[in-house]
């Protein structure tokens, strides 16, 4: 187990390479210049020359990416060239507050997504079945900007309950756990996780009939066990699957957000992301992805460990 | 076989699937079985054996089958067996060896876990004595180094020994009817034969009944005292295994022998039986072999074939089986 954790944490590093080089590039072939974003219309052409020489800009790519990911090592993502405020900071507070919400979201989403798909799973072609399949498909379909919208309508507008905008209160943004902040995260959160529901709930529900129509459930019932027991061996052999699919979900509820925080003025990492992109802001840009995505290959290799741990049939090869 | 020494007492059972085609998978169905007895059921596939062994453990699905007739094991009425004596019954009373070991295991969970879960459930001991009591089972169906097969998980383990280990699992709460769903028929040649001799050396040590059921004749005769013939969900013909081989009286049973690979000469053709088991969606009210067979006459095709019964146990459902056959 301990060597195939470590098998699996050394193919990280060329990924993470990989992804860093991605992140560098995918930001260069990005139409717009970053320096007409900052720099006064009548700029001169040596004033643009010597913006460009402080950001480091004038050299050829290969020597910015090296200074880029020499920099990163060190913990210097560089500074926002809209705000000029460092990004490592911009970036960090910002993924804290989109993990806030995203592992909220997960919280809600997965256990009745799982609960959901298990009893649809096990009452297959009954009304139970069928309902639980309308609500997977209407939360997989039904955009969850527009729902955002609604509910807001409904909650926030018409009902007054609770707030629509920020993560605290008059755009406060140092998150504390009392009412007062946790009243602007039940909207968003909740929103953020109809998608996963219908996701979890629709791949738990495959799993749990196809492993209900295996000779082995047939043969635990001839040996004596009962539902419970029979239960729980479908879990587990479904448990690795599922895993998976929950792992990547909660990737995407991380980065995936930026409509969501967008609606409800959200200050996470989507709402710094479209920000970012809106003023060309490079470097900010650069560390938000490559921080989003680092988190997606961290992800992946919880889950892989977490399967090859649940399922025996994984480590062997 | 019936009375209070029989361990299995099915009287006319009829099964039927509803769905979208009803299937009467077995039509008036009768069989008995005496304590410490090996039957082979034999027929061929869709004939309704494997129904039947599902049927005396309760493991057809309830909501799409309708069954009629009784089955006492023991004396207890099968269908009424309910909740938790359900559970301690199949198991403990009844269990099952199943056609393809490595789908009949669960491939997340240790062998040894799985025999000792059946353990703990029936004898209510600790997971400790369980695991022992599933140590001793791994020794008894003669699996090397038994200790590190406890730990292994099935896809570590070959057909023939997830066989082995299927058969510790089945009779490690001591039940007194062993079900076994052509359990050689997944495995390699070698293999069959090492499975069928420790069914057969085990069936003497714990002295359980066995219905064993096979389509394969060759099989049936190698494992059993006595043979019930299947077809369309009936029993065609029951006899011991030595009235089946040298004197079978229906025309199936003996088209089967002729199909047998079984001192059959080089070069010669071998005699399949022409057509095919006919579609169960209606209820035969003939002989349904009557289509196959090369002794068909019209009253055959009139009316469902009286059943004669030569000897105690000796019975053909043919109208012909007064009289002495020629060959086929």
């Given at each position: 187990m301990f060597v195939y954790f470590l098998r699996r944490l050394i193919l990280v590093l060329p990924v993470a390479f990989g992804v860093s080089v991605i992140c560098f590039m995918l930001v260069q072939i990005a139409p717009g210049d970053p320096l007409t974003a900052i720099m006064p219309v009548d700029a001169t052409a040596e004033q643009q020359a010597e913006m460009r020489a402080a950001y480091g800009l004038d050299k050829p790519l290969p020597v910015q990416y090296v200074v880029w990911v020499g920099n990163l090592i060190q913990g210097d993502m560089g500074r926002s060239i809209a705000t000029g405020r460092p990004v490592a900071g911009e970036v960090f507070g910002a993924v804290q507050n989109s993990l806030l919400l995203a592992v909220t979201a997960a919280l809600i989403a997965f256990p009745i997504g799982v609960l959901l798909g298990f009893v649809a799973g096990y009452f297959r072609d009954t009304i139970l079945d069928r309902i639980v399949t309308a609500i997977s498909i209407a939360g997989v379909s039904v955009p969850n900007y527009w729902l955002g919208i609604v509910l807001v309508i409904i909650f926030s507008v018409n009902l007054g309950w609770l707030p629509s905008m920020g993560a605290g209160p008059g755009g406060s943004q140092d998150w504390s756990w009392d009412w007062v902040h946790v009243r602007h995260l039940i909207l968003p959160a909740v929103t953020l996780a109809v998608v996963p529901i219908g996701i979890v709930a629709r791949t738990v529900r495959a799993l749990a009939g196809d492993i209900l129509s295996m000779d082995f459930v047939t043969a635990l019932y001839a040996k004596g066990m009962s539902r419970g027991d029979v239960l729980r061996h479908v879990a587990r052999n479904a448990a690795a699957t599922a895993l998976s699919v929950m792992g990547l979900q909660l990737g995407y509820l991380l980065g995936g957000s930026i409509l969501i925080e967008t609606v409800f003025n959200w200050p996470g990492s989507g709402y710094l992301l479209s920000n970012a992109i809106f003023q060309r802001d490079l470097p900010l840009l650069q560390g938000t992805i490559l921080v989003l995505a680092l988190f997606f290959v961290a992800m992946n290799l919880v889950v892989d460990v977490a399967q090859a741990a649940i399922d025996p049939r994984i480590q062997r090869n | 076989m019936s009375g209070p020494g029989s361990l299995v007492d099915i009287r006319n059972l009829s099964i039927r699937f509803r769905g979208a085609r009803d299937v009467h998978a077995i039509n008036d169905l009768t069989l008995g079985l005496a304590q410490g007895e090996t039957l082979a059921l034999l027929?061929?596939?869709?004939?309704?054996k494997s129904v039947t062994l599902k049927a005396l453990l309760r493991l057809l699905p309830p909501r799409r089958t309708d069954i009629e007739g009784t089955m006492k094991v023991n004396g207890a009425d099968v269908m009424s067996i309910t909740g938790r004596a359900l559970q301690t019954y199949r198991g403990g009373e009844v269990s099952m060896v199943f056609q393809e070991p490595g789908l009949a295991l669960d491939p997340v969970y240790t062998v040894g876990r799985q025999i000792a879960e059946a353990v703990q459930r029936k004898k209510r001991v600790s997971r400790d004595e369980a695991m022992s009591t599933a140590l001793d089972m791994l020794r008894r169906v003669r699996i090397p180094s038994p200790e590190r097969r406890l730990s292994n998980y099935p896809h570590e383990l070959s057909g023939g020994m997830l066989q082995r280990v299927m058969i510790a699992l089945a009779l490690a709460c001591r039940p007194r009817l062993l079900l076994a769903d052509e359990p050689t028929t997944a495995l390699d040649a070698t293999v069959q034969i090492q499975i069928l001799l420790l069914l057969r050396a085990l069936q003497k040590e714990f002295g359980m009944g066995v219905i064993f059921v096979t389509h394969d004749i060759g099989v049936a005769v190698e494992v059993s005292e006595r043979i019930a013939v299947m077809y369309a969900g009936q029993i065609v013909e029951e006899g011991t295994t030595h009235e089946i081989i040298k004197s079978p009286r229906h025309p199936y049973t003996r088209g089967l022998l002729a199909a047998n690979l079984h001192d059959v000469a080089r070069g010669t053709r071998l005699d399949a039986i022409p057509g095919a088991p006919p579609p169960l969606d209606v209820k035969p009210d003939a002989c349904p072999f009557a289509p196959r067979c090369p002794l068909a006459e019209a009253r055959c095709r009139a009316a469902l074939p009286p059943v004669h019964q030569i000897g105690p146990r000796r019975r053909v459902a043919?109208?012909?089986?007064?009289a002495p056959m020629e060959a086929a």
């Open positions: - | 027929g061929e596939s869709g004939s309704g043919c109208i012909h089986a007064d």
